[in-house]
């Protein structure tokens, strides 16, 4: 999915122009994607002339960073709320039962589209 990153943005609006839904606009002249509305289209890709717009898979180390930190907080919770340090891994198992999961959705996800690609 794109994002902008900011400091490259230089509010020319060729972005908000060419998209063809109209889910970019300009705030504080740097552009902004309603991202509940983009197609995915990728136009606004190709014609940042700044590059502004960006591929998310650039953010996969901070999502992975975010949540190792998150289940950190949750297994400090956990012990400190259920009053008991065994807490802490059972979170973990948890949280790791969690990204198991959310691998599995990908996973299948991933092979319903492939198979979009023979219909």
Not at 6 to 31: K, Q, R
Request: include cysteine; aromatic fraction near 4%; charge should be neutral.
């Amino acid at each position: 999915m794109p994002w902008i990153k900011g400091e490259d943005c230089i509010g020319c609006g060729i972005c908000v122009e060419n998209c063809p839904v109209g889910t970019i606009s300009l705030e504080n002249d740097v552009a902004v994607i309603d991202m509940v509305n983009c197609i995915h289209c990728g136009i606004c890709h190709d014609t940042c002339p700044k590059l502004a717009v960006r591929h998310d898979s650039e953010k996969i180390q901070d999502e992975v960073k975010s949540n190792i930190i998150k289940t950190k907080e949750f297994m400090h919770d956990c012990a400190k709320y259920l009053g008991d340090s065994k807490e802490k891994q059972k979170c973990l198992n948890r949280m790791i039962k969690h990204f198991n999961k959310e691998k599995i959705v990908m996973e299948k996800t991933l092979e319903k589209l492939q198979m979009l690609k023979k219909e």
